[in-house]
């Protein structure tokens, strides 16, 4: 007998897995937090967690299932999930993201170092860590949109 704790919903197996990962780390990480609030750990977590979103997005272009696939199939027709734009766009967006998530990490890890982990600074990075990617999503989807309906 099986505890399903959640439902991947419209997403592949590959897709579903990475969203295990995740949770997986994130749930260390809080029984880490909450067993040993001094851990050397909590300075360094921020870097940590945009460190594994890096992996995970980087690993689901690795194996030709992009992340944010998931996510555009709750607002994109079935019919075009097969369609190469479709998977094209998708793999750009990722792309973006997987960049975005590294480049946070790195500035994290970095920031924590010199013993700012919990700085308004180190806030700024992780905001713009994911506001760059979200606003580039926004609108490289609807230049895609945009080429599409001119085409």
């Known amino acids: 007998m099986s505890l399903r704790v959640f439902r991947c919903g419209a997403v592949s197996v590959s897709q579903c897995r990475s969203e295990t990962g995740s949770a997986a780390f994130f749930a260390v990480l809080a029984v880490i937090a909450f067993a040993d609030p001094h851990s050397a750990v909590h300075e360094y977590s921020a870097a940590a967690s945009s460190g594994t979103l890096a992996v995970v997005a980087g690993a689901s272009l690795a ?4 992340f944010t696939l998931g996510i555009a199939k709750r607002t994109t ?3 075009l999930w097969g369609l190469k734009p479709f998977i094209r766009t998708n793999v750009v967006i990722t792309a973006v993201w997987t960049a975005a998530f590294a480049v946070t990490a790195v500035v994290l890890a970095v920031v924590a170092h010199a013993g700012n982990a919990h700085s308004p600074a180190a806030t700024l990075v992780q905001v713009a860590g ?3 990617p979200m606003v580039f999503t926004v609108r490289y989807v609807a230049a895609v949109q945009a080429k599409v309906g001119a085409a």
Do not use: L, M
């Open 63 to 66: 194996i030709g299932k992009p």
């Open 77 to 79: 027709p079935r019919e």
């Open 130 to 132: 994911f506001v760059i």
